[in-house]
Antibody
Framework: EVQLVDSGGGLVQPGGSLRLSCAASGTTLRDHHMDWVRQAPGKGLEWVGRIRDTAEGSITDYAASVKGRFTVSRDDAKNSLYLQMNSLKTEDTAVYYC????????????????WGQGTLVTVSS | DIQLTQSPSFLSASVGDRVTITCRTS??????LVWYQQRPGKAPKLLIY???ILQSGVPSRFSGSGSGTEFTLTLSSLQPEDFAIYHCQQFKSLPLTFGGGTKVEIK
């Protein structure tokens, strides 16, 4: 059974840093693109960034709102995904989810089929 | 960026009702659209991908249709466990984007 467990959230002051983790079991993260998605309180879902699978060179991509401040990485030995968040702003307050991407055929018709339970990040002074 | 507009943003319905939610995209995305269900305090759950393919284990009362820029999610007979928020997402190009969500509440 595939399971993703998010952790590392908490309260941090504006300008501070935090590292989120996503521990996987039942799946090998390096074989999938992995996304981070966030949801501000009472708001919709927002894609944050991703790391591609090893076949695509583990390249990372980011939303404009976090580019230069957030970094997605993966530890293949630990089968875990990370989101390093620096220079945090109050508008980064949200529940953060990791999600596994799968595709129906090649690189088209993709979807996020497994999600972590989410971890809450609160940026406040 | 591809913008997704869901409508309605809120709907009130009764058990047994047929419900339709629409997602319109600002660009042609072929059929690269996904629907999720999100219950309070939970992560999104995949319902439909490639606009119309039902994810394994999802009840057949859920169906999706559309291509290009207009898509629909239909629940043929609303059940108590279906009261939730529904999100559409496009996987055509980065940045991945979501609709604003549709909250389905009990009338």
């Amino acid at each position: 059974e595939v399971q993703l467990v998010d952790s590392g959230g908490g309260l941090v002051q504006p300008g501070g840093s935090l590292r989120l983790s996503c521990a996987a079991s039942g799946t090998t993260l390096r074989d999938h693109h992995m996304d981070w998605v966030r949801q501000a309180p009472g708001k919709g879902l927002e894609w944050v960034g991703r790391i591609r699978d090893t076949a695509e060179g583990s390249i990372t991509d980011y939303a404009a709102s976090v580019k230069g401040r957030f970094t997605v990485s993966r530890d293949d030995a630990k089968n875990s995904l990370y989101l390093q968040m620096n220079s945090l702003k109050t508008e980064d307050t949200a529940v953060y989810y990791c999600a596994r991407r799968s595709c129906r055929s090649g690189i088209t018709n993709c979807f996020s089929d497994y999600w972590g339970q989410g971890t809450l990040v609160t940026v406040s002074s | 960026d591809i913008q997704l507009t869901q409508s309605p943003s809120f709907l009130s319905a009764s058990v047994g009702d047929r419900v339709t939610i629409t997602c319109r995209t600002s660009q042609d995305i072929n059929n690269d659209l996904v629907w999720y269900q999100q219950r309070p305090g939970k992560a999104p759950k995949l319902l439909i991908y490639a606009a119309s393919i039902l994810q394994s284990g999802v009840p057949s009362r859920f169906s999706g249709s559309g291509s290009g820029t207009e898509f629909t999610l239909t629940l043929s007979s609303l059940q108590p466990e279906d009261f939730a928020i529904y999100h559409c997402q496009q996987f055509k190009s980065l940045p991945l984007t979501f609709g604003g969500g549709t909250k389905v509440e009990i009338k």
